[in-house]
């Protein structure tokens, strides 16, 4: 099933939910400089997203990630780095203008694999008030496990028709696809879908198109 297939235009979009430390935050920038390196960063983050992707059952963040370190060569401590600089992460340029832009009209949630206790120091660094958080550590399991969506969708009193969810990883989509939830890929560093991977309804290289984007959908 494609994705614009599960959109039921009949039903207003009251929410639009994000992934966090992908799809708002720069997070990309802070571990490459706590693994040394560009390309040090992006082989430990791709190893992390395929740890916490396929984890299902929630094990806690933290481990995963300095396991993820250690399966590409690096020393464990580095996860430990990593913690101590988290309010280092930064949102990207124009997160906190399109979410402003969106507040008005639509509720705003996060669902991000990560710890509640960073998850939540995480969510603020964005600087707009979310309606509903939830991480991994908090629904019990990690995305693509439906939960995490099925509970921000629960917390915010909404259905998957109600609501679009905005991607930063194309993992997600193995999820989004079982609650039928549209998706929107914000792929800000040009990664490379898994093989198998549902499709987006709209993949962009920036967030700055995403209230226009939202709003053709609705209308369409």
């Known amino acids: 099933m494609k994705t614009l297939d599960i959109i039921h235009k009949h039903e207003p979009v009251k929410i639009i939910l994000f992934d966090l430390l992908t799809a708002l935050l720069d997070s990309w920038t802070l571990w490459n400089s706590v693994a040394g390196s560009e390309e040090k960063g992006r082989i430990w983050r791709g190893a992390y997203l395929k740890a916490t992707y396929g984890c299902g059952a929630y094990r806690p963040y933290e481990t995963l990630v300095e396991?993820?370190?250690?399966?590409?060569?690096?020393?464990?401590?580095?996860?430990?780095?990593?913690?101590?600089?988290?309010?280092?992460?930064?949102?990207?340029?124009?997160?906190?203008?399109?979410?402003?832009?969106?507040?008005?009209?639509?509720?705003?949630?996060?669902?991000?694999?990560?710890?509640?206790?960073?998850?939540?120091?995480?969510?603020?660094?964005?600087?707009?008030p979310f309606d509903v958080v939830v991480t991994s550590e908090l629904a019990g399991f990690y995305k693509p496990h439906p939960e995490p969506y099925l509970l921000a969708l629960r917390n915010a009193g909404c259905v998957p028709a109600e609501a679009i969810f905005v991607a930063g990883s194309a993992y997600d989509m193995f999820g989004t696809q079982k609650v039928g939830l549209p998706t929107y890929w914000h792929n800000r560093v040009g990664l490379t879908a898994p093989v198998g991977a549902p499709s987006p309804f709209i993949e962009r290289s920036t967030l700055d198109p995403l209230l226009q984007d939202i709003e053709s959908l609705v209308r369409s």
């Open 67 to 128: 396991e993820a370190a250690v399966s590409v060569g690096l020393e464990a401590k580095l996860a430990h780095e990593l913690e101590a600089r988290w309010t280092e992460l930064q949102a990207w340029p124009e997160v906190t203008r399109v979410l402003k832009a969106l507040e008005p009209h639509y509720k705003l949630g996060v669902v991000t694999n990560c710890s509640q206790r960073l998850g939540r120091i995480a969510a603020d660094l964005v600087g707009v």
